[in-house]
C-alpha cells in the first residue's frame, strides 16, 4: 500500500476521490443555502426554502420591509429594517416565490469596517500564539488600527462576537 508500485494508480484514484467529493460538496452546499442570485433565477425551486444572507446591503426601507442587494441580485424583505440605507446587515428568513421576497426570522446590523477589524482580530490574535513573535514596531503600528475599534470610554477593545463584559484593554492585548 505505501511503496512505489502503482504510484500513479494511487494518484488518480487519490485525485478522482478528492474531485467526486469536491462535486458533493458543491451539490450538496447549494440545497443548504443557496446564493441569492440563483434564488431569484429559479423561485419556484426554492420557494419556502430558508435563506441565509450572511452579508447585504439595505437599498431601500419602508414602513411595510426594505429591499437589499446581496450576491448581484435585488429582494424584498417583510419586517423591520435592522438597520438604515446604504448600511450592511446579515439576515435569516424564509423565501416566498409568489411574491419573490423573504420573510424575516432574524437580523441584525453589521459594522461598516467588518474586514478591516476582522483583519486587525485576526493579527492580533495571531500575535498571542506562542509560534508567532509579533516584532515591536509592528505592534506599535497596530495601536492606531486597534484605537479605531475601541468603543465607549471604557478603554477596551468590542467584538459583535463577544459580550461587553468580555473585553480587553488595549494594553492588555498587545
Known sequence: MFSNKGYGWKLVGALALIAGLGVYAHRRGESINPPLWKVVVEPRRWDNTMLWLPRALVEKVDETGFVVASSEARIRVTGK???????????RGIFRARDLTIEMIESRPLPPDLGRRRLVMEVVSSSHSRDV?????????????????????????????????ACRPVVDML
Open 133 to 165: 513573535k509579533m516584532s515591536s514596531k509592528l505592534r506599535k503600528a497596530m495601536i492606531p488600527l486597534l484605537a479605531m475599534d475601541v468603543k465607549g470610554d471604557s478603554g477596551c477593545i468590542l467584538s459583535e462576537f463577544l459580550p461587553a463584559h
Open 81 to 91: 429594517a435592522p438597520a438604515g440605507v446604504d448600511q450592511l446587515v446579515t439576515l
